[in-house]
């Protein structure tokens, strides 16, 4: 097991620095002068001057990587030529908003996809059963920003529900019923998402595994229902749940911005429309990096949590 | 004893294939409806609409009437037109970065999965590692400082990014052909790569590339509505189904047919082709047919 995450430690090092590299020369894939570029609106003799000396961009490209390299591990993502904020600074800011509105939305998904997965699985083909089939994959085919647009005409407007609306986010320091209040939305958007991939995952994997011979044996000796799904049945059939949820929350740190945007929720994706908007090109470097490596990071945690749950995988 | 045995094995099979493994009826509607979203889309200058530029502003955000099927929005632009001809921009998108994607990633994967050795290795390391970078981040960071913005360029961007998925998908389903023994039969019959290639792997990877690029076309129109709301997409006044849904937004209480017709035509448009994309997976997918 130690060797197995050992050897994933590893490849997770190597596509981190490759990541790095690509956030990196980003912004040579781009037409024109990167000085340019990067100063965008705050462009001035001053501010040029000052980014040449930080980023050493008199030198060759690959001497620049280090130097930028540098800077980034000892948690200097360089400073905004446009708000003057360090860029560290403005992520710190934001990133916990997107881990709460995972967070909530997971515990969600988790809480109603389960039950469900489960109360189908028993019966598959039953009438309940087609109808969830039916009902998560028309939900599947929604995009989420249709969601908040419609969540917010019946929720915030025609119901008139208080934080519920856009710009309506508080944060968790200043009031937490509030914020829990304002963050509702937002985390049921992305739960419903999350609930339709991980119930049609689920109740596949339980009905595969409710056909084993030891659940038969475990019904015979008249164990409940309730206990052989949840005690017998849950965790043989959870690795590839739990493997779609590590992509899938990578997904969501990644694509949380358009909810984020819709909402007026100050969190990373925002905060990178904002900047792209600003063309505040450091800034935008800097989301880049830290959402690659964040989904690389859950990708590994979940990795883990599967080595858990099935010790054989590790083992081979 | 063994001639019956055969033959209840043939009537099992029979019986699958004759109940178990149809389309089914929803199948064909939704394929129809496909089609005739495509038909209006390439016909849409031929067709009997209104200009979807045109403004008249003796019917601003009108409902709909018999003049103006879907209603008028906030400029007096005739909904149903703009409906119709939006959808061009989603099916371009949508078509045009698949046809990159599985241009570059199908042959790439197939020759992968079928050589095998350190040409399918350092291929299969180096997509892993795009596939690490999150997709819509680059997407619109390139987007965003790729200016002017035109369709093509979203399309290139999106395309690109598609190939390392389409890659690893199709690899992953011609491993499973290429081990199989009507491929090894073929080999020692001196059939040359290309032959194996195009006549043995591809019939059988085909019908999962097939429901895969369906499933990436609704993708990549989801994804252009995530543009047009951000300003990303296509520049307006023409008409995209996410730049209209994105106008509608400051109007919602005004004129909420705005937000509808676009909405639902673009979620009508999605769940078919989610349904026929899964059907076609199930359907081929023998040992999940079986469940």
Not at chain 1, 131 to 147: D, K, N, R, V, Y
Not at chain 1, 179 to 200: K, Q
Request: overall charge neutral; hydrophobic content about 55%.
């Amino acid at each position: 097991m130690a060797r197995y995450l050992a050897r994933r430690l590893i490849t997770l090092v190597g596509i981190v620095i490759i990541i790095s590299i690509g956030a990196f020369y980003l912004i040579h894939l781009l037409p024109g002068d990167p000085a340019t570029v990067i100063l965008g609106t705050g462009d001035s003799p001053q501010n040029r001057a000052r980014l040449y000396a930080q980023l050493g961009l008199n030198r060759p490209i690959i001497e620049q990587y280090f130097v930028w390299m540098k800077n980034v591990l000892h948690g200097n993502l360089g400073t905004s030529f446009i708000s003057q904020v360090p860029v560290w600074t403005t992520i710190r800011a934001a990133l916990p908003i997107d881990l709460e509105m995972i967070v909530l939305s997971q515990i969600l998904s988790f809480a109603v996809a389960i039950p469900l997965a489960m109360s189908s699985a028993k019966r598959p083909d039953s009438w309940f059963d087609r109808f969830l089939g039916a009902f998560s994959f028309t939900m599947l085919s929604i995009p989420a920003f249709i969601l908040v647009v419609v969540l917010v005409l019946v929720v915030a407007i025609k119901l008139a529900i208080p934080h519920t609306g856009v710009s309506s986010y508080v944060p968790l320091t200043q009031d937490w019923v509030t914020n829990l209040e304002s963050m509702a939305l937002p985390s049921v958007v992305l739960a419903i998402g999350s609930v339709t991939v991980y119930y049609r995952v689920l109740r596949s994997d339980l009905i595969a595994t409710l056909q084993q011979e030891y659940i038969t044996l475990a019904r015979s000796k008249g164990i409940s229902q309730r206990r052989i799904l949840w005690r017998h049945a849950l965790r043989p059939s959870s690795v590839a749940l739990l493997g779609t949820a590590g992509v899938n929350i990578g997904g969501l740190l990644a694509g949380g911005f358009i909810v984020q945007y819709l909402l007026d929720i100050p969190g990373l994706g925002y905060t990178l429309v904002n900047s792209i908007g600003l063309s505040d090109y450091l800034v935008v470097q800097g989301i880049v990096l830290v959402v690659s490596v964040g989904v690389i990071v859950i990708n590994f945690v979940f990795d883990f949590f599967i080595t858990l749950v099935d010790p054989r995988i590790a083992r081979e | 004893m063994s001639s019956s045995l055969e033959l209840s094995e043939l009537v099992e099979e029979a019986t699958e294939t004759a109940d178990g493994r149809r389309l089914g009826v929803l199948f064909w509607v939704c394929v129809g409806w496909l089609a005739l979203n495509l038909l209006a889309a390439i016909l849409a200058n031929v067709l009997p609409l209104e200009n979807p530029l045109t403004q008249n502003y003796n019917a601003i955000n009108a409902g709909p009437s018999l003049h103006h099927l879907f209603g008028t929005d906030d400029l007096g632009r005739d909904i149903f037109s703009r409906v119709v001809f939006g959808s061009r921009v989603s099916i371009e998108a949508g078509l045009g970065s698949m046809v990159i994607g599985f241009g570059v990633g199908a042959p790439l994967g197939m020759l992968a999965a079928y050589r095998r050795g350190r040409f399918d290795q350092v291929l299969t390391v180096l997509m892993y590692v795009v596939l690490a970078f999150p997709a819509i981040i680059a997407t619109i960071a390139i987007l965003s400082f790729w200016t002017p913005r035109t369709l093509l360029k979203i399309i290139v961007v999106i395309g690109v990014a598609a190939i390392p998925l389409v890659y690893r998908v199709i690899r992953t389903a011609t491993l499973a052909v290429a081990t199989q023994d009507f491929v090894v039969a073929a080999k020692v019959q001196g059939a040359s790569d290309t032959r194996i290639l195009v006549r043995e792997l591809l019939p059988n990877v085909a019908p999962i590339a097939v429901s895969f690029l369906l499933i990436g076309v609704a993708t990549v129109v989801t994804l252009e509505g995530s543009l047009a709301f951000l300003g990303l997409s296509v520049a307006p006044p023409t008409p995209s189904w996410g730049n209209m849904i994105n106008e509608s937004r400051t109007i919602l209480q005004l004129n909420p047919w705005l937000a509808l017709f676009p909405s639902a035509a673009m979620c009508l448009f999605l769940l078919s082709l989610n349904f026929i994309g899964d059907r076609l997976r199930t359907h081929f997918d023998v040992s999940e047919g079986k469940l």
